[in-house]
């Protein structure tokens, strides 16, 4: 039998959030978007259906990050995969958040919930994190216009049905609804131009459509219109970084991070190739190491480092840092190229002496 949950968002001063905010179950450590909250902060969704949503980006997890491979060529960003489900009446071990980066959200412990319950979970609460500048809540939001608040909310469904992944020829309706969110988000900003989020959604209708300069554009407006709201240093980041133009994507990613360094914990394997790419070394080896603190890690952070390390003529930490990798990952492609490299290191430290 189906189950349907049902709640409501608020921020901590009791008003509803003034932009959509990404529903998320976390089972067995696990986060998966299974709703949006509407303009009143009210959410709904069926628990197991697949819910057909782009993944947030907290829910990229090992590998789904940038690479680096060596000097001469990397792999970029890609793209994130939605994670594993838990289908059926199972809640056991599972808890629902509100995932508004730069807030921290209540937790909503399911495991006690039973099919006959009260529908009704109540309120997640979200609190701004001390300490984090950035937000993913534009205050432009507060003083948008009824007209353009509700072209926004039309584009954003259409924004999140463009985005539901369909193949075949469900394709050309995705198309389709793309470019009717880009319509919609259009006029939101033509209302009122200082909407920040309806210009971070413009954007992201026009990647769905593979129109990169127009939704350069937009999420360059976004920025103008609150230069605190980090998405969009994020998505000009990674667009930066699938054209291997590394100056812009250091230089957006840094700022991204510096925006909010808790809620985007990819990022610091992303930055960290980046300002590799730039020579910026020092930057490049401190953000590594962020990523290697993760629990999740990636082992390629081990890898990145030691290249860093190297440039940085560092060779006793480059060796530790590629053996760990090696170690880590026995079946990686690459390991005849980290051998090698691991050789030549070991020959200047044996040059060197003790």
């Not at 319950?117 to 979200?126: A, E, F, K, M, R």
């Not at 072209?151 to 050309?172: T, V």
């Not at 990022?267 to 590799?276: G, I, S, T």
């Not at 990952?329 to 040059?351: C, E, G």
Request: with cysteine; net charge neutral; aromatic share 6%.
């Amino acid at each position: 039998m189906p189950i349907f949950l049902s709640g409501r968002v608020l921020m901590d001063d009791g008003t509803a959030p003034a932009t959509s905010i990404p529903i998320q179950r976390i089972c067995a450590g696990s986060p998966r978007t299974v709703a949006f909250t509407n303009p009143s902060g009210q959410f709904n969704f069926q628990w197991g259906a697949a819910p057909g949503f782009v993944p947030d980006a907290s829910e990229v997890g090992p590998g789904n990050g940038m690479r680096a491979a060596d000097d001469t060529g990397t792999n970029g960003i890609r793209g994130s995969q939605m994670s594993g489900g838990s289908n059926g009446a199972n809640m056991m071990g599972c808890e629902l958040i509100a995932n508004a980066p730069g807030f921290r959200s209540a937790r909503l412990d399911l495991s006690g919930h039973r099919a006959s319950d009260n529908p009704d979970l109540g309120v997640i609460v979200l609190h701004r994190i001390a300490g984090v500048e950035g937000t993913s809540v534009s205050v432009t939001s507060l003083n948008a216009p009824k007209a353009a608040r509700k072209a926004w909310e039309k584009g954003a469904r259409l924004l999140h049905d463009a985005q539901n992944g369909a193949s075949g020829p469900l394709r050309s309706d995705n198309k389709s609804k793309g470019a009717q969110a880009e319509k919609e988000l259009e006029k939101a900003v033509g209302i009122y131009p200082r909407y920040a989020n309806a210009w971070l959604d413009l954007g992201r209708a026009r990647i769905q459509q593979h129109l990169e300069g127009p939704a350069r554009d937009a999420f360059l407006k976004a920025i103008d219109a609150d230069g605190k709201l980090v998405e969009p240093y994020l998505e000009l980041g990674q667009m930066a970084a699938h054209a291997q133009n590394w100056p812009d994507a250091a230089r957006y990613l840094d700022r991204a991070l510096q925006l909010d360094p808790v809620d985007y914990p990819h990022l610091w394997f992303a930055d960290a190739v980046a300002d590799y790419y730039v020579q910026n070394f020092d930057r490049a080896e401190k953000n590594a190491r962020e990523a290697l603190k993760l629990a999740n890690r990636d082992p390629h952070a081990n890898r990145l480092l030691g290249l860093i390390l190297m440039k940085k003529q560092d060779y006793a930490g480059a060796g530790a840092a590629l053996r760990a990798y090696v170690q880590l990952s026995p079946n990686a492609k690459d390991l005849d190229q980290v051998r090698t490299q691991l050789k030549q290191i070991d020959s200047r430290l044996a040059a060197t002496g003790p």
